[in-house]
């Protein structure tokens, strides 16, 4: 246990240096640390953890994205509301899935992912987009229906899904990036919060680990804010670099999860 209790913020440190240069994503290694660093032996166990851990460390940047003018709260608000339910729906899910058979779906996801975020472009977007009653049921509805499959990936998996939410709500109303992060925060809170509520009540949260993670995580992620300032002019190299790593590993977390399953 005092293992555990050391690995945890450094963990969280790795999670919250990698959100700090990259600007997102850093949360789908959650799982893995705790799985494989901290040796939270229970996959469900590691997933309600990490649901807390992002939910907290999400509800702090969005403070700073709010004061900072970049959260289109109408959008987000319809976004969340909608994710939520789908969020729960997933955790409820995931809760009656193999451990093993989930180790695998999840490094799959992190495989595609990782092949996302190498391939990912900058657009330029439109800064003043917004919701109101003149294009409610024309961009609600797009909102709501890719809030609720994103919140249904993020509850079952247990991560901020941030990396989905992002160009959701980019497809969904075709923000700028840099407002599609902040908008993202409100609905990466949202969705961690109500998995990891879903996982509480089911007793699947070590708290004292989330706790020591959220903490490492805060660290890591102001040392990680203030190296992103000095490296802005090499922010594709970071993420490529930081896509590398999550293809890797993905890679890994396949291979064991199906090691375990079907020996070879």
């Known amino acids: 246990m005092t293992a555990e209790l050391m690995l945890s913020p450094l963990s969280g440190a790795i999670v919250g240096l990698i959100l700090g240069l990259v600007g997102g994503g850093g949360s789908i290694l959650a799982v893995p640390l705790l799985i494989y660093v901290v040796g939270i032996s229970s996959t469900h166990m590691a997933i309600g953890t990490s649901a807390v851990a992002v939910a907290a460390s999400a509800a702090v940047n969005l403070v700073i994205q709010w004061r900072q003018g970049r959260v289109k709260w109408p959008c987000a608000i319809v976004f ?3 994710g939520v339910g789908g969020a729960l729906s997933g955790a409820a899910v995931a809760k009656s899935v193999d451990g093993q058979i989930l ?34 049921f024309s961009m609600g509805p797009r909102l709501a229906i890719i809030g609720f499959g994103v919140g249904a990936l993020s509850g079952f998996f247990g991560i901020g899904g ?20 902040g908008t993202s925060l409100v609905a990466v809170t949202a969705f961690g919060a109500a998995t990891a ?29 203030f190296i992103g300032q ?12 930081f896509a590398a790593v999550v293809l890797v590993t993905g890679a890994f977390i396949t291979f064991d999860g199906a090691r375990l399953i079907w020996p070879f």
Do not use: C, Q
């Open 80 to 82: 969340s509301l909608a």
């Open 103 to 136: 180790l695998i779906a999840f490094g799959i996801l992190m495989l595609a992912v990782g092949i996302s975020m190498a391939l990912k472009k900058a657009t330029e977007g439109k800064p003043d987009v917004h919701l109101d009653m003149d294009n409610l």
């Open 162 to 181: 941030g990396f989905l939410i992002v160009p959701g709500l980019m497809l969904a109303t075709g923000m700028p990036l840099a407002y599609a992060i």
């Open 197 to 225: 509520s879903s996982y509480a009540l089911s007793g699947l949260v070590n708290w004292p680990i989330a706790g020591l993670f959220v903490l490492g995580g805060a660290m890591g992620g102001l040392v990680g804010a």
């Open 230 to 241: 000095r490296l802005a002019k090499k922010g594709r190299a970071l993420n490529l670099v």
